[in-house]
């Protein structure tokens, strides 16, 4: 167990719908990172968010947005959802920030479906 | 593009065979990580590599960081089925503050 929470753990949704994905860092982190990962495009970074702040962004596109609260839990927010958003999302976190990275410990991940 | 290149793509080995996987970047690196998720699973971190010559062992497995060749390779001795999985590398690039994960080396570990 890494400390990583993520909820839900399987989603599935039609095409146009919005989902909020939830992510629980490991105490103490203050990094949290989203990946998408799909059997074509394998594992991408899309976001990362520092104490609460944006600090490096990925191949997220513009339907998705994400952000971290005060309590360092973090949501990912998928709108107007298509088929090819089908895949696993992982959230990460790791103790430092951008520069300093350190190890990042996974979640579980959620699988989105999308009919 | 993939900033990160992974050899072999697949692996299958008998239980007790050594064997290596690589991981190259076309970019310089910033630290080098590797993670190996079961499918379907989360990733969980092995070893992290952070100057040109590291080396670093855990168990039965042994990572060695090429700073010049801008490249890592994971060597696993004497394998065992609980070896199996999907192995990742992973890096931040250049002066960018992405992170890259590489394609991924599939291994199968036959009893």
């Known amino acids: 167990d890494s400390g990583v929470t993520q909820t839900p753990k399987h989603l599935i949704t039609a095409t146009g719908q919005r989902v909020t994905l939830r992510c629980s860092p490991r105490s103490g982190d203050l990094s949290v990172y989203w990946y998408q990962q799909s059997l074509d495009q394998g594992l991408q970074f899309l976001i990362q968010?520092?104490?609460?702040?944006?600090?490096a962004k990925g191949n997220i596109l513009e339907r998705f947005s994400a952000q971290q609260f005060p309590d360092l839990h973090s949501e990912l927010n998928l709108s107007s959802l298509e088929l090819g958003d089908s895949a696993l999302y992982f959230c990460?976190?790791?103790?430092?920030?951008?520069?300093?990275?350190?190890?990042?410990?996974f979640g579980p991940g959620t699988r989105l479906t999308v009919t | 593009s993939q900033e990160l290149e992974q050899s072999p793509q697949s692996l299958i080995v008998q239980e007790g065979k050594n064997l290596t996987i690589n991981c190259t970047s076309s970019?310089?690196?910033?630290?080098l990580y590797w993670y190996k998720q079961k499918y379907g699973e989360g990733l969980i971190f092995l070893m992290m590599l952070q100057k040109g010559g590291e080396e670093k062992s855990h168990e039965k497995i042994t990572a060695k960081l090429d700073e010049k060749k801008q490249q890592s390779s994971l060597h696993i001795t004497a394998s065992q089925p609980s070896h199996a999985g999907i192995y990742l590398c992973g890096a931040a690039v250049s002066t960018g503050n992405q992170f890259y994960f590489g394609t991924g080396t599939s291994l199968t570990v036959i009893p």
């Open positions: 970019k310089t690196l910033y630290g």
């Open positions: 968010y520092y104490n609460g702040e944006e600090r």
């Open positions: 990460a976190s790791s103790v430092g920030q951008v520069g300093h990275r350190g190890e990042q410990y």
